[in-house]
C-alpha cells in the first residue's frame, strides 16, 4: 500500500511562492505517473500538474503553465509543486497522487479516476 504525506502548505500573500511536498512510503516509486489536483469546497477536484514515472514528461492545466513546476525525486521517493505568482483563484486545499499508470504515453494525466493513491491534502490560502 502506498501512502502519500503532503506538507508545505499555509499562508502567503498575492504574488507570493510555495513549495508543496509529497513524501510515499510504499510500492514502487520510480513505476507512477505523478500528479497535484486542487480543490475549493462546492467543486470537483481539478487537475493541476503531472508527471511521468522517469519525469521525462510533464503537463500542467492552463492555469498553472508559467507559474508552477512539478517536480520529482525517485532517489527520494518525493515530489513537489513549485507555485509562483500566486493569487487568490489559487487558494485551495492541494492534493498529490500517484497513478498506476505512467503518463509516458501523454494520456490520463489529467483525469482525477486514473490515480489510485492520494495524500491528505494540505490548504494553500492566498490571503492580503
Known amino acids: 500500500q502506498v501512502q502519500l504525506v503532503e506538507s508545505g502548505g499555509g499562508f502567503v500573500e498575492p504574488g507570493g511562492s510555495l513549495r508543496l511536498s509529497c513524501a510515499a512510503s510504499g510500492g514502487v516509486f520510480s513505476n507512477y505517473g505523478l500528479g497535484w489536483f486542487r480543490q475549493v469546497p462546492g467543486k470537483d477536484r481539478e487537475f493541476v500538474a503531472a508527471i511521468s514515472y522517469n519525469g521525462g514528461k510533464i503537463f500542467y492545466n492552463d492555469f498553472a503553465k508559467g507559474r508552477f513546476t512539478i517536480a520529482r525525486d525517485n532517489a527520494k521517493n518525493t515530489q513537489s509543486l513549485h507555485m509562483n505568482n500566486l493569487n487568490h483563484e489559487d487558494t485551495a486545499v492541494y492534493y498529490c497522487?500517484?497513478?498506476?499508470?505512467?503518463?509516458?504515453?501523454?494520456?490520463?494525466?489529467?483525469?482525477?479516476?486514473?490515480?489510485?493513491?492520494w495524500g491528505q491534502g494540505t490548504q494553500v490560502t492566498i490571503s492580503s
Open positions: 497522487a500517484a497513478s498506476l499508470r505512467s503518463f509516458y504515453s501523454g494520456q490520463y494525466y489529467n483525469t482525477e479516476n486514473e490515480y489510485r493513491y
